[in-house]
């Protein structure tokens, strides 16, 4: 609570947002993390991570695939097992039409 009054909660994901916006926008195919969908990239098979990739005029060009070390590779999977339990959890009915 006590980072809302002083704005600094609000401003690395504001400067996130414009420096992604100004990568698509002026096609800079700039490297930055965001979270991109990975079809085959750290074998996620279909899934949306945050990953690094490169942003330009077509939005995420490429998936960029860090060769990770067994300890980062153990986080990083339990991070996505965490992460498909969220989606499990997802209530279908919140994203019906009507």
């Known amino acids: 609570m006590r980072l809302l009054r002083t704005g600094s909660a609000y401003y690395a994901p504001a ?4 420096e992604m916006a100004e990568a698509i926008l002026r096609d800079k195919r700039r490297i930055m993390p965001c979270c991109s969908y990975c079809e085959r990239e750290y ?17 995420v060009e490429k998936v960029i695939e860090l060769q990770l070390t067994a300890a980062e590779r ?3 999977d339990e991070s996505i097992n965490h992460l498909r339990q969220q989606v499990a959890n997802i209530d279908p009915v919140v994203f019906e039409e009507g």
């Open 74 to 76: 153990e986080l990083f």
């Open 43 to 59: 074998g996620l098979g279909g899934l949306f991570a945050g990953v690094p990739a490169i942003l330009g005029s077509d939005g």
């Open 15 to 18: 400067t996130s947002i414009a």
